[in-house]
């Protein structure tokens, strides 16, 4: 059974930093692709990053680069999300994603398992 657990969400205020991190289990994760989505209230889900299996390719929304950093450790079946500079914009649920095909891509039809979510709100 595949399991995708975030955690390291929470409260910030705006200019602060936290850290999302992804514990997988149930799934080769050497191989997978990992990434995080997020989805504010009323608002569409969002891509923010990927990483892809070896952890050599790495992409981020236009919008985020440069504030956000994925990095991964296959040695302990994680994936992070360094968050900094936040804004109350960045408030949603972030949700770790994993991809058999172990490509990273922005597609959120491409992933084949995603986890509960964690909350992050940024206050101003």
């Known amino acids: 059974q595949v399991q995708l657990v975030e955690s390291g969400g929470g409260l910030v205020q705006a200019g602060g930093s936290l850290r999302l991190s992804c514990a997988a289990s149930?799934?080769?994760?050497?191989?997978?692709?990992m990434g995080w989505f997020r989805q504010a209230p009323g608002k569409e889900r969002e891509f923010v990053a990927t990483?892809?299996?070896?952890?050599?390719?790495?992409l981020y929304a236009d919008s985020l680069k440069g504030r956000f950093t994925i990095s991964r450790d296959n040695a302990k079946n994680t994936v992070g999300l360094q968050m900094n500079s936040l804004k109350p914009e960045d408030t949603a649920v972030y949700y770790c994603?994993?991809?058999?095909?172990?490509?990273?891509?922005?597609?959120?039809?491409?992933?084949?398992?995603w986890g509960q979510g964690t909350q992050v709100t940024v206050s101003s």
């Open positions: 149930g799934l080769p994760f050497s191989i997978y692709a």
């Open positions: 990483i892809s299996f070896s952890g050599g390719l790495t």
């Open positions: 994603v994993g991809a058999s095909s172990g490509i990273a891509t922005p597609r959120a039809d491409r992933w084949d398992y």
